[in-house]
């Protein structure tokens, strides 16, 4: 199984200020097609989590332009540009490249 | 408007059975691969099972495989999920969730969740 790290695994941001992320995994991530099958996801409080970031870098329907995913391989990076304090939440992020998919542990990100 | 709703959730002994279904609405469901990811309160998120949009690629977590059953009807806009010989470890919030493709790619979309819990 592929296994997904994140770091760091709390966060606390000042309100207006950047945030960043780190996920790694165990195998590389990229496909033949060109995409790394990796995806973040944001689970606020008391809510289904929701697709932030798709294929390593693609923002999802919705998102705020203040999220942005980068990275290939094993080295993955999800950055707000500014937080906002309804960013609050676990940040999960997760490989589809093959089955059983897996998740990283999560990243709790709270405001200061 | 796009739903999941999961149903068939609740208390169950352990080495019985239970039968969720996720009813899908407001998209093609037969274009999309769907999803089951679990949550244990107050812990991360687990992939569970995944089925390809024709049926043809099912997978399990090494934890669900050989107890656990995914299956889908397109002609009726629904996924399920058979959990027999169930454990105590299976208690989670279920959720039900899109993929943004036919494969496995990401869960675009989930559903509200359903509680199971195990316990004698």
């Known amino acids: 199984d592929i296994v997904m790290t994140q770091s760091p695994l709390s966060l606390s941001v000042t309100p207006g200020e950047p945030a960043s992320i780190s996920c790694r995994s165990n195998?590389?991530?990229?496909?033949?097609?060109?995409?790394?099958?990796l995806d973040w996801y944001l689970q606020k409080p008391g809510q289904s989590p929701q697709l932030l970031i798709y294929l390593g870098s693609h923002r999802a329907s919705g998102v705020p332009d203040r999220f942005s995913g980068s990275g290939s391989g094993t080295d993955f990076t999800l950055k707000i540009s500014r937080v906002e304090a309804e960013d609050v939440g676990f940040y999960y992020c997760m490989q589809a490249l093959q089955t059983p998919v897996t998740f990283g542990p999560g990243t709790k990100v709270d405001i200061k | 408007e796009m739903q999941l709703v999961e149903s068939g959730g609740g208390l169950v002994q352990p080495g019985r059975s239970l039968r969720l279904s996720c009813t899908a609405s407001?998209?093609?469901?037969?274009?999309?691969?769907m999803h089951w990811v679990r949550q244990i309160p107050g812990a991360g998120l687990e992939w569970v099972s995944g089925?390809?949009?024709?049926?043809?690629?099912?997978d399990y977590a090494a934890s669900v495989r050989g107890r656990f059953t995914i299956s889908r009807d397109n002609a009726n806009n629904s996924l399920y999920l058979q959990m027999n010989n169930l454990r105590i470890e299976d208690t989670a919030l279920y959720y039900c969730?899109?993929?943004?493709?036919?494969?496995?790619?990401?869960?675009?979309?989930w559903g509200q969740g359903i509680l199971v819990m195990v316990s004698s």
């Open positions: 195998q590389s991530l990229l496909r033949s097609n060109g995409y790394n099958y």
């Open positions: 969730a899109k993929d943004m493709s036919g494969g496995f790619a990401a869960a675009e979309n």
């Open positions: 089925i390809s949009w024709n049926s043809v690629r099912m």
């Open positions: 407001g998209f093609p469901f037969e274009d999309y691969a």
